[in-house]
């Protein structure tokens, strides 16, 4: 079946916009009294009052709403994952997750295995691939930038909370989600300057990196630990933990990796506020302001 599909649901739309699958069928007298329904394009009015038309109309106005928001986006998809700089830039192991029709170019979002989402841009003739751009509208919003904090925002409600390593401070007021690797300078500084602020709960993943062998073993160690605090804290204090070893431990370790897998973890730390908004790195600023 030949597809067509909408872009400007208005009055002025033509037979090449309408949706994918979408057809008009006007009567068409046959021999005797019978009448098969045959293929019309939208302009055609010849023989027929404006009684038909106003049907046609409205089964088309039909139709259009008929068609799911989700249906189209799929489309969209398809056709980003059919172009050629789509399929001979990127590698097996980074997927194309979600695509946006943005007139001339589309707008794709990449996600590898293990990492975060990151945003692209290609010409609708698949010849050219925009990396690293910024898109910029007319009233000087950077769309990129707003579109990548909504891509790379957290659904906390899907989070193992209570796996996590709770700290409260004060009243706990304020949620902060940190996914930390103990021998990351970076994560350390962050800890301490945790320390000095009130009214915030902190909940801690551990995520060790391959850049730190060592760190696997101590966060086994804190997890098995009969005081997960106090041995966290020798940790981050660059002290000697003991590296005790418990299959529980490292059992949950295995389950928090996999949750910082799921985030999209590239590195550490990395701060979730209770909207779900990254904080990547050790940011002083953003963590204040958040915080205060």
Known sequence: MKACRLRDPGPCCNPGNLPMGLRLFRPTPAK???KNLVPEKIYSRTNYGRATMKKKLFVLLLAILMVPTALLADSVLDKARGLAVVKSLFPAQVKLVGAKDLGDIYELVMQQQQGGKHIYYATKDGAY????????????VNLTRVRQAEI???DVSTLPLQEALTIKKGNGAKKLIMFADIECPFCRRAYDWLKTKDNYTLYVFFYPLN????????TVGILCANDRLATLDRAMAGQDTGDAKCSAGSELLAREKAVGDRVGVDGTPLFITDSGARIVGLQIPQLESYLK
């Open 32 to 34: 005797g009294r019978q």
């Open 129 to 140: 691939l925009i990396a690293g751009a910024n898109l910029i509208n007319k009233d000087k």
């Open 152 to 154: 790379d925002r957290v």
């Open 211 to 218: 850049i730190h062998p060592r760190s696997y073993a101590k």
